[in-house]
């Protein structure tokens, strides 16, 4: 109990030298919104599939899976060229990706012109640009302070989690059966644009400071 103790301690007072470092709030953030709009996505998909599409759970279920589909393939690639186009390019590309998506899907749907491969299409842009940005974010998130990785990684994963419970509650309150495909599109659209920004940001601080920040 005093190891784990201490080691809490230790892990709290170096939280200050993380809360300092704008490229972690940024790296950090990117991870967040990512992983926010693929929850968002499977808050909302099963009242858009039942309103909407009639879909059966059976086929919710395959409709659900495939924004991991999506992520596989994003990550595949990743892991194939990151090495060659750089952490940050690969970061920007897949949010990119992740906000196309979803605006093409509610730009078809205010159109006139949504349908069940509209939705379900968008959501594996996300899973597919989630697959190119995290693994590079994550690692950016630990690169900030090397000596502390281990903290940044579990700041940053608490962070994910608490953003993740909002915006699944916030889903859940947003969505209804009249607007369902349009809610959940936009919340995808509005975290895929949040995380975007987040890079982007990294990218700014970076060209103003290309050595490791102190803050």
Known sequence: NQTRAATFGKQMREYPQLFTSRRFWGYALCVAF???GFFSFITGAPLVAAAWFDLSPAMLGLG???ITGGFMVGSFITGRIAGRIGMIPM??????VAVAGPLAGLALFLAG???LWVFFGAA???GFGNGLTLANANAGVMSVR????????GLSGAMTV???????SATGAVVSAQNAPFAVLGMMLGTGVLGLASALY???VDLRDPLPDAG
Do not use: E
């Open 34 to 36: 990512s992983v926010g």
């Open 91 to 96: 970061i920007i590309a897949g949010r990119s």
């Open 124 to 126: 594996i842009f996300v």
């Open 202 to 204: 990294v990218r700014w």
């Open 162 to 168: 608490a953003l993740g419970a909002v915006l699944t």
């Open 146 to 153: 090397p000596q502390l990785a281990g903290s940044a990684s």
């Open 64 to 66: 659900i899976g495939i």
């Open 113 to 115: 012109q949504g349908n």
